[in-house]
């Protein structure tokens, strides 16, 4: 059973920081393509940043220059640095694993998610 732990999620003001991790085993961490997704009520869940083994980057344009992924291989740890965070943060955040099988299928893990809140 794969595991994801995620932590740092919490209650921030408009302009503060956080910064979430996301342990995984050293297994899934050294062949899958690692990311943070986040889920706001009544909306989809969406991407807001990747990072691959070779720590190529995608982050979404909607936290671009505000947020940061990164991953520490000797932790098998990926962060997700948060700054200026705005009330439109707030969501659930899940940590994502995520391997390509074919063309048409994948490998996915998630973490239980954790919850920021950017309000004063």
């Known amino acids: 059973q794969v595991q994801l732990v995620e932590s740092g999620g919490g209650l921030v003001q408009p302009g503060g920081s956080l910064r979430l991790s996301c342990a995984a085993s050293?297994?899934?961490?050294?062949?899958?393509?690692m990311g943070w997704y986040r889920q706001a009520p009544g909306k989809q869940r969406e991407l807001v940043a990747s990072?691959?083994?070779?720590?190529?980057?995608n982050i979404a344009d909607s936290v671009k220059g505000r947020f940061t992924i990164s991953r520490d291989s000797a932790k098998n740890t990926v962060y997700l640095q948060m700054n200026s965070l705005k009330p439109e943060d707030t969501a659930v955040y899940y940590c994502?694993?995520?391997?390509?099988?074919?063309?048409?299928?994948?490998?996915?893990?998630w973490g239980q998610g954790t919850q920021v809140t950017v309000s004063s």
């Open positions: 990072i691959t083994r070779g720590v190529g980057t």
């Open positions: 994502n694993a995520h391997k390509p099988i074919d063309s048409t299928k994948s490998s996915d893990y």
């Open positions: 050293r297994t899934v961490f050294s062949i899958y393509t």
